[in-house]
């Protein structure tokens, strides 16, 4: 009786042993927590830094907001766009090297289209072409994933402000 028991507490051992590592997983986290993330103008621009161990990982950074749209036609007439739907961009960044303890900072940048389809713009119709001026971002999310993309380690919604004139943009945590 004695055997089986030491049998069945050696194989739960071995067991725990065998699957805790693959089943954890990097702990990765935002460097200083998540409302330590630099905004900035340009398009959406987030910096900031993460602790990643020795993991590569990707920052996928995807925006949301309302475009400012100047609509021209084939005359060279211009006109601003009405009423132009929210705007989504992406942008990713790879990082592969780290400094001291795992940190790897990361500067990822989501740029919207240039132009949109005139009526998708605002524009009377679709002869003319609607140039995104400028985003009011309103939100933003990182996520950071394995280089295959198939592993999420983190996601982090944040609501942004953003104002013009100066031209400015802050994002908070959710």
Same mark, same amino acid.
């Given at each position: 009786?004695?055997?089986?028991?030491?049998?069945? &507490?050696?194989?739960?051992?071995?067991?725990?042993?065998?699957?805790?590592? $693959?089943? !954890?997983? @990097?702990?990765?986290? #935002?460097? /200083?927590?998540?409302?330590?993330?630099?905004?900035?103008?340009?398009?959406?621009?987030?910096?900031?830094?993460?602790?990643?161990?020795?993991?590569?990982?990707?920052?996928?950074?995807?925006?949301?907001?309302?475009?400012?749209?100047?609509?021209?036609?084939?005359?060279?007439?211009?006109?601003?766009?009405?009423?132009?739907?929210?705007?989504?961009?992406?942008?990713?960044?790879? &990082?592969?090297?780290?400094?001291?303890?795992?940190?790897?900072?990361?500067? $990822?940048? !989501?740029? @919207?289209?240039?132009? #949109?389809? /005139?009526?998708?713009?605002?524009?009377?119709?679709?002869?003319?072409?609607?140039?995104?001026?400028?985003?009011?971002?309103?939100?933003?999310?990182?996520?950071?994933?394995?280089?295959?993309?198939?592993?999420?380690?983190?996601?982090?919604?944040?609501?942004?402000?953003?104002?013009?004139?100066?031209?400015?943009?802050?994002?908070?945590?959710?």
């Amino acid at each position: 009786m004695k055997k089986k028991i030491l049998s069945l &507490l050696s194989a739960l051992l071995i067991t725990t042993f065998l699957t805790s590592p $693959v089943s !954890a997983g @990097p702990a990765i986290k #935002l460097f /200083g927590g998540a409302n330590n993330v630099d905004w900035s103008l340009g398009s959406l621009v987030a910096g900031g830094a993460l602790i990643v161990g020795n993991t590569d990982v990707k920052v996928i950074l995807e925006a949301s907001g309302v475009p400012v749209v100047t609509c021209t036609n084939q005359g060279s007439n211009s006109a601003p766009g009405q009423n132009p739907p929210n705007i989504s961009a992406t942008g990713a960044q790879t &990082l592969l090297d780290r400094t001291k303890n795992g940190k790897s900072p990361f500067d $990822v940048e !989501a740029s @919207p289209p240039e132009t #949109l389809p /005139g009526l998708q713009g605002g524009c009377p119709n679709n002869t003319w072409t609607a140039h995104i001026d400028f985003v009011f971002w309103d939100q933003a999310t990182i996520t950071v994933t394995n280089l295959a993309g198939d592993t999420i380690f983190l996601v982090q919604n944040y609501t942004c402000t953003t104002t013009r004139n100066p031209d400015t943009v802050s994002c908070t945590a959710n």
